[in-house]
């Protein structure tokens, strides 16, 4: 079965949960102390999709986001990203939409975009519509879901559907 590498690198507000939703779908616990971030890192997750295996390398912004210059590093060669903000902080909402447009002109070309809304298991401090999200998600033509990083909702789905977009290899390409 023909393995492929892709890059997927994650983008979003410092405190969103980044590493909490990679260390949930890699490790399946919630535990930061078990990520050895300290600045850029990847982590790797091999999931299988129809005849090809998709090897997930995962690149964290470890809280360098503020670095902007930087951003091109993580996103440069990625097949998809994944944007997350924070349900219940409106202002991370903004900072996905600003992601999203440096994707649009700076990022690779036919790059998958995620959006994933996290800490869905907080409901009841909601500031941002599931709504204005899943509109947001389908004028742009990006997956949408909401995720419990904490509860492991919706994570193994987020990866799931980037795998689905994700264009299978032409047969002359495989290995
Ligand atoms: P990052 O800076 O975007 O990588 O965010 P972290 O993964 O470090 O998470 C920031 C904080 O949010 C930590 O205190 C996490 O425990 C918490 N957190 C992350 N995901 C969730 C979630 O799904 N639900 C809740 N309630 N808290 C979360």
């Not at 982590?43 to 999709?49: D, L, P, Y």
């Not at 909601?126 to 995720?147: C, H, M, Q, S, W």
């Amino acid at each position: 079965m023909a393995i492929r590498e892709l890059k997927v690198c994650l983008l979003g507000d410092t405190g969103v949960g980044k590493s909490s939703i990679v260390c949930r779908f890699v490790q399946d616990i919630f535990d930061l102390n078990a990520l050895p971030t300290i600045g850029a890192s990847f982590m790797t997750k091999t999931v299988s999709c129809g005849n090809e295996l998709h090897k997930f390398l995962i690149w964290d912004t470890a809280g360098q986001e503020r670095f902007h210059s930087l951003a091109p590093m993580y996103y440069r060669g990625s097949a998809a990203a994944v944007i997350v903000y924070d349900i219940t902080n409106e202002e991370s909402f903004y900072t996905l939409k600003k992601w999203v447009k440096e994707l649009k002109e700076h990022g690779p070309e036919n790059i998958v975009v995620a959006i994933a809304g996290n800490k869905c298991d907080l409901s009841d401090m909601r500031e941002v519509p599931v709504k204005d999200a899943l509109e947001y998600a389908k004028t742009i033509n990006g997956i949408f879901v909401e995720t419990s990083a904490k509860n492991a909702i919706n994570v193994a789905e987020l990866f799931d559907g980037i795998s689905q977009q994700i264009p299978p290899l032409d047969p002359s390409e495989r290995y």
